[in-house]
């Protein structure tokens, strides 16, 4: 559909099959807030070209993906082109941010955070996560965010923003904060046994060796992410199988 334009219901029916939460109204905050621009025609109407469509798509996946706040992407929407196949990848939407697992199989960098600097401030961390002023204040008692700085107005970064939302989902289900620890203590354990692999690489203190360290490291994250998710499937199969 190059040169042509949709309206914003024919975008919301192109996008809606990617993205569950989309809607006319959440289009209309976007352009509120100056993320997208579409054009207008005589009649007040939006115009969406390809590249918008493009534009909102990368937004989206952000959010989704990566679970960036409104005040990043919009920082970083401008570094974008949009006119060609925008929004893939990895948050900067160059490169495929991809590791190869120890089978060959090509999965996302556990370690490939963008780049992204973030430092939000308690109120913004809570609106970008949808938790309240109190849970952010748990989470930081749990120890599963930490602020920047500790001055008097604390400021968070982007790992503070990913854990928020993600805390935010286990809300929903009735697992508080503190609940969460033992992820904490588990992510803990396992940070320690990987150190244990690399710090022969890092101790070389050259560049081939820290790029080998963090292939490694990158890998072996992937490999215990699965070795966890099938001991976790083995432990709840009594629920999970049909009987």
Do not use: C
Not at 31 to 45: A, K, T
Not at 143 to 152: F, K, M, R
């Amino acid at each position: 559909m190059r040169g042509q334009h949709r309206s914003i219901g024919q975008v919301l029916d192109l996008l809606k099959g990617d993205f569950a939460d989309i809607s006319i109204s959440k289009i209309r905050f976007l352009e509120s807030q100056g993320l997208i621009d579409p054009e207008r025609n005589q009649s007040g109407y939006r115009k969406f070209t390809e590249a918008d469509v493009n534009r909102l798509r990368w937004i989206l996946e952000q959010q989704r993906d990566h679970f960036l706040p409104l005040k990043v992407i919009k920082e970083r929407i401008d570094q974008q082109d949009f006119d060609g196949t925008a929004g893939r990848g990895g948050p900067d939407g160059d490169g495929d941010g991809t590791a190869s697992n120890a089978s060959g199989t090509k999965k996302l960098n556990p370690l490939d955070t963008g780049e992204v600097s973030v430092s939000l401030t308690v109120d913004e961390l809570a609106a970008a996560s949808g938790l309240s002023q109190a849970n952010i204040m748990e989470l930081q008692k749990f120890g599963l965010i930490e602020p920047l700085d500790d001055g008097a107005l604390a400021h968070y970064g982007a790992e503070a923003v990913i854990v928020a939302k993600v805390a935010a989902g286990f809300l929903a289900h009735g697992l508080e904060p503190r609940h969460l620890r033992a992820y904490k203590s588990a992510a803990e354990r396992e940070a320690g046994l990987l150190e244990q692999r690399i710090m022969p690489l890092v101790m070389q203190r050259t560049a081939q060796s820290r790029k080998q360290s963090l292939d490694v490291l990158a890998e072996l994250i992937n490999l215990g992410s699965d070795l966890r998710l099938s001991l976790l499937r083995g432990a709840l199969a009594n629920h999970t199988k049909s009987r």
